[in-house]
């Protein structure tokens, strides 16, 4: 039995009846483990049994499903990735479909700033909060092989700074061969883009408002590009901001 801390609250995963080795297990999700002792049996919302064909990357699904749900009505959570400033705390949050090249951006930009999460943003909508999900990296080194997980120190990923706050909300869309392009979204336009990459986003309290205030606190950019290498030095920009 494993417990993780994310999304703000605690999950326990159970291993037993896996293939799954367990050293390999607490080897990739290290930045979320918890000692039991540390924490009170009533702060564990839900426990994830690892079913008997599990392989690694079904189990991170398994798990990212429940935080999500433990987590429902209470964050703003989106279908992202997440860097912060070590020192400010200011985050940059990447909203995209699966494919579109939001791990290997955060993948890249996490050598430099702190590793929050390639997978969901869990935002505190009041306060524009980020608890932290910094999951094993989903990723296939090669194009059409199928994806594994890496452990984040695996790839020399910063640790997450101490509450990390939104400061920039970013929507990629991903061309091969494209220039990049930067356009800000007026809030209709980027509440059309996020809602689809939203979880459990109607059962937060007048969602679509939420939408709107997150917007006209942190903005909203559309990046399209070809290559992740072109949009760095964009993106430095905005989390070097004061």
């Known amino acids: ?28 999700w290290d930045r979320c483990l918890v000692e039991p002792a540390a924490m009170e049996a009533s702060d564990v919302v839900e426990t994830v049994h690892a079913e008997g064909n599990s392989s690694l990357v079904i189990l991170t699904q398994h798990i990212t499903h429940a935080l999500i749900a433990a987590r429902r009505g209470e964050l703003l959570m989106l279908h992202a990735g997440a860097v912060a400033h070590q020192t400010t705390g200011r985050a940059l949050a990447f909203v995209a479909p699966g ?34 999900y910094p999951k094993p990296i989903t990723w296939a080194a090669v194009k059409g092989e199928p994806k594994i997980e890496h452990a984040p120190d695996s790839f020399g990923l910063q640790a997450a700074p101490p509450r990390p706050w939104l400061g920039d909300l970013v929507v990629l869309r991903r061309t091969p061969d494209r220039e990049p392009s930067f356009t800000e979204l007026g809030v209709l336009d980027a509440i059309e883009r996020l809602v689809p990459e939203s979880s459990s986003v109607t059962s937060l309290p007048r969602p679509l408002h939420v939408l709107a205030d997150v917007h006209r606190r942190a903005g909203c950019t559309l990046i399209e590009y070809g290559e992740a290498d072109d949009i760095l030095d964009w993106c430095r920009a905005r989390l070097e901001t004061p």
Request: charged letters at 25%; glycine letters at 12%; aromatic letters at 6%.
């Open 99 to 132: 494919g579109t090249g939001k791990s290997t951006l955060t993948r890249l930009l996490a050598r430099e700033y702190g590793y929050l999460t390639d997978e969901t943003v869990g935002l505190d909508p009041a306060t524009l909060e980020i608890f932290p």
């Open 1 to 28: 039995m494993a417990m993780l801390r994310a999304l703000g609250t605690t999950i326990d995963v159970d291993l037993n009846g896996s293939p799954i080795d367990e050293g390999e297990f607490t080897a990739l």
